[in-house]
C-alpha cells in the first residue's frame, strides 16, 4: 500500500505541476496580445518599435516552451505513472494484491515465532510465580509453631515439597525454551532465515519501483532539456539525479529496518524477587 500511495504522490505533483503550466501559458499569450494590440495603436520609430514588438513575441516563445513542458508532464510522464500503478499495484477486493502476498508470507512466518515468544513469556511468569510461592511456603515452614499438629505439619512440608518440585519443572521449561531463541537454535536460525528471505522478496520489488522512478525522473529531464533558458534549472537538477543510489537506498532500510536491525532476543533471566 506505501508503493501504491507514493505512485500516487508523484502522480499528483506531476498533475499539479502541468496544470501550472498551462496557467501560465495562458497568462503569457493573453500578456502577449495584449502587448501586440497595444503597439499596433502606438506611434513610434520603426527601429525601436521592432524591437521592442519582438520582446512582447517573446512571451509566445516562452509559453511555447511551457506548453511542450505542459503536455510532456500530461502526455508521457502520467501515462506510464497510471500504467505502473495498475500493473504493480492492482486493488483486490480487500487490498492491494502485491501488499497481500508480502503481508501473508509475513504473517506465515511470524505466526509459529510469536506463539513461541508467546511460551517464553508464559513459562517466565509461572516460573517466577513458582519461585515467589516457594519462598513463602519456606518461611510457612520455618515459622511454623512448635505446637502445630503433626498433619497439618506434614502437609504444609508436603506442599513446600511439591512447590519445590513445580518450580524445578518451570525453571527447565523455561530455560528450554529459551534455548529455542538463542545464537545457533534451529528455530531462531529457521526464523531468520525466512524473515530475510522475506525482506528480499520486498526488496527486490522496492528495488523495481526505485529503477521506475529513477526512469521517470529522467523523463522529467528530457522535458525540460528542450528550453535552452532552463540550463541552469537543468544543471542543478542533472547534478542532484547523479546521486540517486538505489543500491545505497536499499542498504539504508536493511539497515534500519531489515536484518541489518540490532535484534533483542529473550533471555533466561533468574527471578530476583524476595519476601519483605
Not at 505541476?17 to 501586440?36: D, Q
Not at 521592442?52 to 516563445?61: K, L, M, N, P
Not at 530455560?175 to 529457521?190: C, F, I, K, T, Y
Not at 529531464?221 to 542533472?238: E, G, H, S, V
Request: charged share 30%.
Amino acid at each position: 500500500e506505501f508503493g501504491h500511495e507514493v505512485v500516487g504522490h508523484l502522480s499528483t505533483m506531476f498533475e499539479e505541476r502541468a496544470s501550472l503550466e498551462h496557467t501560465y501559458v495562458n497568462a503569457l499569450r493573453a500578456w502577449s496580445r495584449k502587448w501586440h494590440g497595444e503597439l499596433t495603436k502606438l506611434s513610434e520609430y520603426p527601429s525601436n518599435k521592432k524591437v521592442w514588438d519582438q520582446i512582447v513575441s517573446t512571451g509566445e516563445q516562452m509559453a511555447d516552451i511551457h506548453q511542450t513542458i505542459a503536455s510532456n508532464l500530461h502526455d508521457n510522464i502520467q501515462p506510464k505513472l497510471k500504467q505502473w500503478r495498475k500493473d504493480n499495484y492492482e486493488k483486490s477486493i480487500i487490498n492491494y494484491k502485491k501488499s497481500k502476498e508480502f503481508e501473508k508470507e509475513f504473517e506465515n512466518v511470524q505466526k509459529p515465532w510469536t506463539k513461541l515468544l508467546e511460551s517464553i513469556y508464559e513459562a517466565k511468569q509461572n516460573y517466577y510465580k513458582l519461585v515467589k510461592l516457594s519462598k513463602q511456603c519456606e518461611q510457612q515452614k520455618c515459622s511454623m509453631p512448635v505446637e502445630t499438629p503433626a498433619e497439618t505439619q506434614k502437609q504444609i512440608i508436603d506442599h513446600y515439597v511439591q512447590v519445590n518440585l513445580d518450580v524445578d519443572a518451570a525453571r527447565t521449561k523455561y530455560q528450554h525454551l529459551v534455548r529455542d531463541v538463542a545464537p545457533g537454535a534451529e528455530p531462531r536460525q529457521r526464523y531468520e532465515a525466512n524473515m530475510i528471505e522475506i525482506f528480499q522478496h520486498t526488496q527486490a520489488f522496492e528495488k523495481k519501483r526505485l529503477d521506475f522512478f529513477k526512469d521517470i525522473f529522467t523523463d522529467y529531464i528530457k522535458t525540460l532539456q528542450q528550453q535552452a533558458l532552463f540550463n541552469k534549472m537543468l544543471d542543478d537538477y542533472l547534478r542532484v539525479l547523479q546521486t540517486h543510489n538505489t543500491p545505497a537506498d536499499l542498504d539504508a532500510w536493511y539497515n534500519n529496518f531489515g536484518p541489518g536491525t540490532q535484534s533483542h532476543y529473550p533471555a533466561f533471566e533468574e527471578c530476583q524477587d524476595t519476601i519483605q
